[in-house]
């Protein structure tokens, strides 16, 4: 599966929009990109994945650029519980969900 | 609809012990994953099963194994404990094997202290 880079903290002002990057520049054409995110001490959670379209739900938006090079999760107005790590993966087919360092979301009051 | 349930959530053996962890996955999904999260080396995937059968396994020691029930029910297994296996042990579950719509819902962890 494809490395993705992400940086390693953000900040962002209560409810305000959180944007995470997520570089994904050797993905392949069948690998999704997912987004989890953890927590403290609890496990990690689903937020949204996507192949090549925009995807929204109800906790978060994933733009994906034309070249599937890398993407972007949007909260749209975070609040002190986004406060977490939030992961960006690519995966294809079987393959186990590869976690990496994520990015450090501090959303601050 | 009841969650990802893991059991013990906290445990303390010594060096040299054998340790069982318990996973009941959400009714329905019939794919459990396990993972093993340290502050140094981050979330690492130890192995998946489904259907019984493990599908996918990661890059740790025979000392790790797994298995899963008929009621897809999972358990994980750590023989000779080390002080480096102290961690969060993190099992999920999906509907589906690996599947690219498949999302995983995590339990809370069994936390493992070794002495």
């Given at each position: 599966d494809a490395k993705t880079t992400q940086p390693t903290s953000m900040d962002c002002a209560e409810g305000r929009a959180a944007n995470l990057p997520c570089n994904h520049s050797t993905i392949s054409g069948n690998e999704y990109v997912y987004w989890y995110r953890q927590i403290h001490s609890q496990g990690p959670q689903y937020i949204i994945h996507g192949l090549k379209n925009n995807e929204t739900n109800e906790m978060a938006s994933l733009i994906i650029t034309e070249d599937r090079k890398s993407s972007t999760l949007i909260l749209p107005h975070a609040t002190l519980r986004d406060t977490a790590v939030y992961y960006c993966i690519a995966r294809s087919g079987n393959t186990p969900l590869v976690f990496g360092k994520g990015t450090r979301l501090s959303v601050i009051a | 609809k009841a969650g990802v349930t893991q059991t013990p959530r906290y445990l303390i053996k010594t060096r040299g012990q054998q340790v069982t962890l318990s996973c009941s996955p959400i009714s329905g999904h019939r794919s459990v994953s396990w993972y093993q999260q340290t502050p140094g080396q981050g979330l690492q995937f130890l192995f998946e099963y489904f259907s019984e059968t493990q599908r996918n396994k990661g890059?740790?020691?025979?000392?790790f194994s797994g298995r899963q029930f008929s009621n897809s029910r999972s358990e994980m297994n750590v023989s000779t404990?080390?002080?480096?296996?102290?961690a969060l042990y993190l099992c999920a579950s999906s509907s589906?094997?690996?599947?690219?719509?498949g999302e995983l819902f995590f339990g809370e962890g069994s936390r493992l202290t070794v002495l």
């Open positions: - | 890059n740790f020691p025979g000392r404990l080390e002080l480096g296996d102290s589906e094997a690996g599947t690219r719509g």
